[in-house]
């Protein structure tokens, strides 16, 4: 018997019909382990806290509002006064306090902008204004020479504002 002969006398059709079916199930199997290694690393990610969250039956507040709204008020007296060190600093306060929000609400990264880039538009619809006023932020404390106008100033105090707004701190 030749190896021509060999060839021709194996079933090929069943042969082909075997591996179909074992690939199918592989297929099947692959499928499978995606999804569930998807679901496990959504897991993982860090999710949105609410301000206020319950742990063995006691509710617990993440941050003290009463304090929090005062820190804020001392903010926008700075700007209100005329002064522009005032806005600076003012600015560099509400961006501390939006980036320790950020820490209480759950969100890790070893800077603010990477506590940022965790957040979705759905978790957090000021998103948008936080990122730009933390820019302006930014750039005051790393561009020499940057100055801010009082208007510039109350506008990025506002989408700091909004986002405080938006968390329920204010």
Not at 34 to 60: D, M, S, T
Not at 87 to 95: F, G, M, S
Not at 96 to 119: S, V
Not at 138 to 151: A, Q
Request: glycine share 2%; charged share 35%.
């Amino acid at each position: 018997m030749t190896i021509l002969d060999f060839l021709k006398s194996v079933d090929w059709i069943s042969i082909f019909n075997t591996l179909r079916i074992i690939f199918v199930i592989l297929d099947v199997i692959l499928i499978w382990a995606f999804i569930y290694v998807f679901f496990q690393a959504l897991k993982c990610r860090p999710k949105f806290l609410p301000l206020h969250y319950v742990r063995r039956g006691i509710e617990k507040e993440l941050i003290d509002k009463k304090e929090f709204k005062n820190r804020w008020e001392k903010i926008l007296e700075r700007v209100y006064s005329g002064r522009p060190e005032a806005r600076l600093v003012a600015i560099i306060e509400a961006d501390k306090m939006a980036d320790d929000l950020l820490k209480n609400m759950g969100f890790i990264g070893e800077h603010m902008a990477d506590r940022l880039m965790r957040i979705s538009k759905e978790e957090l619809k000021t998103l948008d204004k936080l990122w730009e006023a933390h820019k302006i932020r930014n750039d005051l404390v790393h561009t020499p020479g940057f100055e801010i106008s009082e208007s510039h100033a109350k506008d990025v105090l506002r989408n700091y504002r909004d986002f405080f707004e938006e968390v329920k701190v204010i």
